[in-house]
């Protein structure tokens, strides 16, 4: 009865997905904030994969801040249950699912990539992976969240980085989309030396508006880490992606 209810608890304000048997929700407590997983981990020995969720519903369709940031989309949840590799991870931002104390709109706006924010997010996969190796998975802003764990936090043996509409410059898209800047957030840019030394591959969309091609090809800056997805949206259309995605190991 109680995983019934944590699952439920799991899943409300979002859109319900059939969790599999073998994944187990947990609560990870970093210093800041208290983050939302659910683990599969049968062999501690091989790598890990850690799916790192997106900015979520931060914004109403009018473009003001909500109260809850969770996510309605379902596609980083897909993409780690339908993953048959032998540790997976589903990791939630801060304030997604679980409101911690430290909460606020600041958290999913201006400082949706502070310092706080980072530090949970390493602390939370450290305390998953340890010293063994870990490929990180970052969807939209989650990208953002994926490559500061690795370079603005040294200490995760990071095998790879794979990004999906990932956000990797955040001052070049809020200025692309004439948005306010998000003054309260340490950015990717200023890592982006250590972030070219760690082997990655980055998904974009055709049709993406929220993140278009451009601007990940011009962080980026080598067309053989990208690949671009015929159709795709930021939300939708990314289908053809998951086999190899799944197939990264």
């Known amino acids: ?44 020995a091989t790598p890990y994969k850690i799916y790192i969720e997106g900015d979520g519903y931060a914004f109403n369709v ?17 993409l780690a249950f339908g993953d048959n590799s032998p540790n997976v991870i589903y990791l939630a931002r801060p304030c997604q699912y679980i409101k911690s104390p430290l909460c606020s709109k600041r958290h999913w706006t201006t400082a949706r990539f502070a310092p706080e924010v980072i530090n949970a997010e390493y602390e939370a996969i450290k305390n998953i992976v340890g010293d063994n190796p870990v490929i990180l998975i970052g969807f939209s802003g989650g990208a953002q969240i994926a490559g500061l764990a690795a370079t ?55 049709d ?21 997805v015929d159709g795709a949206t930021h939300n939708s259309g990314w289908e053809e992606i998951y086999q190899k995605v799944w197939n990264e190991k």
């Open 208 to 228: 993406d508006e929220v993140i278009p091609p451009v601007l990940v090809r011009e962080f980026v800056g080598k067309d053989d880490l990208i690949v671009e």
């Open 152 to 206: 603005a936090k040294p200490g995760l043996n990071v095998k790879k980085i794979i990004t999906i509409a990932g956000n990797l410059d955040h001052l070049v898209w809020t200025q692309y989309h004439n948005l306010p800047p998000l003054n309260e957030s340490i950015n990717l840019e200023s890592y982006h030396k250590q972030f070219t030394q760690i082997p990655q591959i980055h998904y974009i969309g055709s």
């Open 62 to 78: 009018y473009g003001r801040a909500t109260q809850d940031p969770t996510p309605q989309g379902t596609l980083v949840r897909e």
């Open 1 to 44: 009865m109680i995983k019934v209810l944590i699952t439920l608890l799991f899943l409300t304000g979002c859109t319900s997905i059939t969790v599999p048997a073998d994944f187990v929700y947990k609560e990870i407590e970093t210093r800041d904030f208290t983050l939302a997983s659910w683990q599969k981990i049968t062999n501690p």
